[in-house]
């Protein structure tokens, strides 16, 4: 589990219902969730076809990680999580 592959981007996805209103709620702009699904800083397997995409976020003086949980064996692939943390440490994984 978690284990790290090519940070390749995900191009055509749809965001299912649940994931856009818990975006919404936590203040997470689509604009943010496209700029992670197309360039991230890593891509993680959490299960065959199931991906964390995750990137590093500065807003103001604070850093977040914003990671997307994508179901990647569909096309187009699914987009059933978003959110943002402050635990870097915990998330990030070293190369």
Do not use: C, N
């Not at 090519?6 to 996805?13: G, I, L, S, T």
């Not at 975006?23 to 891509?43: C, N």
């Not at 692939?77 to 978003?82: K, L």
């Amino acid at each position: 589990m978690g284990e790290r592959v090519q940070a390749h981007p995900v191009v055509r996805y749809v965001i299912v219902p649940h994931a856009a209103f818990e975006a919404t709620r936590r203040g997470i702009d689509r604009a943010v969730i496209q700029a992670v699904l197309s360039a991230p800083d890593q891509r993680l397997t959490v299960r065959p076809g199931r991906v964390v995409l995750q990137s590093r976020l500065g807003v103001g003086m604070r850093s977040y990680l914003v990671r997307v949980v994508v179901d990647v064996d569909r096309d187009p692939a699914e987009v059933v999580a978003v959110y943002r943390t402050t635990k870097l440490a915990k998330y990030w994984k070293d190369e």
